[in-house]
């Protein structure tokens, strides 16, 4: 078992270019996508910001760059990272820091996703290697349209399968002045995903909807400038009367709540298979009885459901019925894949996809089908 940790954009394809094994690669190593044992590449010595304009709300950053180190940076300009990563530590007991590269290289997306969207609808730019040591580039600093292949959309997502991200450049957004979270209580769970889906239909810019079965809380934030945000929460507490009163948490409170909604930190401590499941909204509750999830947390209104089960199970059967897929966050089972089986047309074009880009396939071999 070799590790290799290059500290130049050169060094990793000189290292990809000479190995004739497969390579996991890992950014900080903290979401647990692969497994320890084989060789591995981490890309967490490729670290710094290289470019920042706080102005032009864009940044360029090394891919080993801690997300934390992008925060700091961010919020002295009084700017952040708008898909809201998750910091997945905590719920996987993995350690590390997590990565801006890994964050793009898995798209990695927050509660604030249903507002302003996913991870890769902000990166811009990406360098990476290729699976034959290619160093490639695509995207610049700035937004503009262009023809052709989006390789930049393509590697965010792609778990390293593609090609080794070393560089990204991406846009930021000014940190909202304010921010608080309506909280229904005691709603069930059809209920509370119908006060969700309201709520997401109503003119109020809703930034965060989450329920939480477990605390019997229904959670939906706002954000904004001050006045804004006193305006908006009125007038949402009076859209949702037939739901309850709905209780108002202030800006401390809710930015307490919404970082343990993001990171999941409720299953923290749970001997368990952690999933993650993407569905229709409006089906999650039906989703979640047919799959008899020991405990749940629904997100993006009930598009995004977190659910814990038995070593072993697979709830992709039961899930088949309503459509949607679901992915292995934590626990190990060598018959059921991590990832949703993809149907046989789009398994044909990925895999015309990663000849390009991997012919030997030797980069996460295995992971995505």
Same mark, same amino acid.
Request: glycine letters at 12%; aromatic letters at 8%.
């Given at each position: ?49 290289? $470019? ?97 292949? %989006?390789?930049?959309?393509?590697? !965010? ?31 069930? %769970?059809?209920?509370?995903? $119908? ?87 409006? !089906? ?86």
């Amino acid at each position: 078992m070799n590790i290799f940790q290059p500290k130049t954009e050169a060094e990793v394809a000189q290292v990809i270019r000479e190995t004739n094994r497969g390579l996991s690669v890992f950014g900080g190593g903290t979401r647990g996508v692969c497994e320890r044992g084989g060789n591995s590449l981490e890309t967490k010595g490729l670290s710094g910001i290289i $470019d920042y304009q706080p102005g032009a709300l864009t940044m360029i950053a090394q891919a080993g760059t801690p997300l934390k180190e992008i925060a700091a940076a961010l919020d002295q300009e009084g700017q952040r990272l708008p898909f809201e990563p998750m910091d997945s530590q905590a719920m996987l007991a993995l350690g590390g820091s997590p990565t801006i590269g890994g964050a793009f290289a898995a798209n990695i997306s927050g509660p604030r996703r249903i507002q302003v969207g996913a991870a890769r609808d902000f990166l811009l730019g990406v360098r990476f290697v290729d699976g034959s040591g290619n160093i490639l580039k695509s995207g610049g600093s700035v937004m503009k349209n262009v023809t052709g292949y %989006d390789l930049v959309k393509l590697l !965010a997502g792609s778990y390293g399968t593609l090609g080794v991200i070393t560089q990204v450049a991406f846009k930021v957004l000014p940190i909202a002045e304010t921010q608080s979270t309506l909280i229904l209580e005691g709603l069930d %769970d059809e209920t509370a995903i $119908d006060a969700l889906t309201t709520a997401m239909n109503s003119p109020f810019d809703v930034s965060g909807a989450a329920h939480a079965p477990s605390e019997k809380q229904t959670y939906l934030r706002i954000e904004g400038f001050n006045e804004s945000v006193l305006y908006r929460t009125e007038k949402l507490q009076a859209y949702l009367k037939k739901f309850g009163e709905a209780q108002v948490a202030n800006a401390s409170q809710s930015e307490s709540l919404w970082s343990k909604i993001r990171n999941v930190d409720v299953f923290a401590d749970k001997d368990a298979d952690i999933w993650k499941l993407s569905v229709k909204p409006t !089906a999650a509750p039906k989703i979640v009885s047919a799959i008899g999830f020991n405990q749940h947390l629904y997100d993006w209104s009930g598009g995004l459901i977190w659910g814990t089960l038995p070593k072993g199970s697979n709830p992709r059967q039961p899930l088949s019925k309503f459509g949607g897929h679901a992915t292995r966050v934590r626990g190990k089972s060598g018959s059921i894949p991590k990832f949703q089986p993809q149907s046989p047309l789009v398994a044909d074009l990925s895999e015309k996809i990663r000849s390009k880009f991997d012919p030997r396939r030797i980069l996460n071999a295995g992971l995505m089908g």
